[in-house]
C-alpha cells in the first residue's frame, strides 16, 4: 500500500485550502483513512477519520471548518478546510490501513492504529 498526500500551501488567516489523499494497493473496500497534523513543538494528532463503514470524526478544534470526503470509486480523502486560523499550522499526513472492523479508529489519537503514511504536507496560516 502506498499513499500519497498534497496540497499543502500558505494561506491568509480565514482562507481555505483542500487536501488531496490517494491511496494504492488496497484489494477490496475494508480499508480507513485519515487526516492528522502536527504543529510545531507538538505531538501528532489525528484530526478528522473516515472509518471502512464510511462513518468519520473530528477532533473539537476542527469541528464545523473541517470536513473530509471522498471519492468513492478509488481509496482517497479530501480535507476541506476552511476559516483557517494561525493554530491550524503545521504538517499534514495522510494515512490508512486496511480497517475490516469498523470502530477500531477515530479522531484524537496520534496515529499507532495506522501502517501506511503519505510523506506529509505543509499548511502555514499566517495571521
Known amino acids: 500500500v502506498q499513499v500519497a498526500d498534497s496540497g499543502g500551501d500558505s494561506v491568509q488567516a480565514g482562507g481555505c485550502l483542500r487536501l488531496?489523499?490517494?491511496?494504492?494497493?488496497?484489494?477490496?473496500?475494508?480499508?480507513?483513512m485519515g487526516w492528522f497534523r502536527q504543529a510545531p513543538g507538538k505531538d501528532r494528532e489525528g484530526i478528522a477519520i473516515m472509518d471502512s463503514d464510511g462513518s468519520t470524526s473530528y477532533v473539537d478544534s476542527v469541528k464545523g471548518r473541517f470536513t473530509i470526503s471522498t471519492d468513492g470509486a478509488k481509496p482517497t480523502l479530501y480535507l476541506h478546510m476552511s476559516n483557517l486560523k494561525p493554530e491550524d499550522t503545521g504538517m499534514y499526513f495522510c494515512?490508512?490501513?486496511?480497517?475490516?472492523?469498523?470502530?477500531?479508529?477515530?479522531?484524537?489519537?496520534?496515529?499507532?492504529?495506522?501502517?501506511?503514511w503519505g510523506q506529509g504536507t505543509q499548511v502555514t496560516v499566517s495571521s
Open positions: 488531496s489523499c490517494v491511496a494504492s494497493g488496497f484489494t477490496d473496500r475494508n480499508y480507513c
Open positions: 494515512a490508512a490501513d486496511f480497517c475490516p472492523w469498523p470502530g477500531t479508529v477515530t479522531a484524537g489519537t496520534g496515529g499507532g492504529e495506522f501502517v501506511h
